[in-house]
Every structure is written in structure tokens, then in C-alpha cells.
């Protein structure tokens, strides 16, 4: 998933510059934050691929472990 991927990359491109000794200690912890967020919107969109893996899978029809709505 190419937003995924996008996600993923910010992340650790914020790492990155958070841990960057050359930047000033508070530019540093505002990259910290900004990876944070990259980390939760990267969860957010690793659960929708999940999701959609399922969905694809109840389309099949119901199996031992899927719920029917």
C-alpha cells in the first residue's frame, strides 16, 4: 500500500532529524513529536490494510472464524 509505505518513510525520516546532533535540542523535540504522529497514523493505516484483508476474505462467504453481520 503506497500510503503505507509514505507513512513509513516520514517516520523514520523524523527519527532521523530528531536524533541529529546538528539541529538545536528544540527542533530536535519537535521532530520526535512529528515522528510520533507518523508512528500513529502508520498503526492507523497498517489496521485499515488488515481490515481490508478480512473484508476481501468475507467476500468469499463465511468461514469457522468469520462473524456473519
Given at each position: 500500500?503506497?500510503?503505507?509505505?509514505?507513512?513509513?518513510?516520514?517516520?523514520?525520516?523524523?527519527?532521523?532529524?530528531?536524533?541529529?546532533?546538528?539541529?538545536?535540542?528544540?527542533?530536535?523535540?519537535?521532530?520526535?513529536?512529528?515522528?510520533?504522529?507518523?508512528?500513529?497514523?502508520?498503526?492507523?493505516?497498517?489496521l485499515i490494510e488488515d481490515l481490508?484483508?478480512?473484508?476481501?476474505?468475507?467476500?468469499?462467504?463465511?468461514?469457522?472464524?468469520?462473524?456473519?453481520?
Amino acid at each position: 500500500m503506497r500510503v503505507l509505505d509514505y507513512c513509513q518513510a516520514s517516520a523514520i525520516e523524523a527519527v532521523n532529524k530528531a536524533n541529529d546532533p546538528s539541529l538545536p535540542k528544540e527542533a530536535r523535540v519537535e521532530w520526535a513529536r512529528i515522528a510520533k504522529v507518523w508512528k500513529d497514523i502508520t498503526q492507523h493505516y497498517d489496521l485499515i490494510e488488515d481490515l481490508g484483508t478480512v473484508a476481501v476474505r468475507d467476500k468469499r462467504g463465511p468461514g469457522p472464524h468469520d462473524t456473519v453481520h
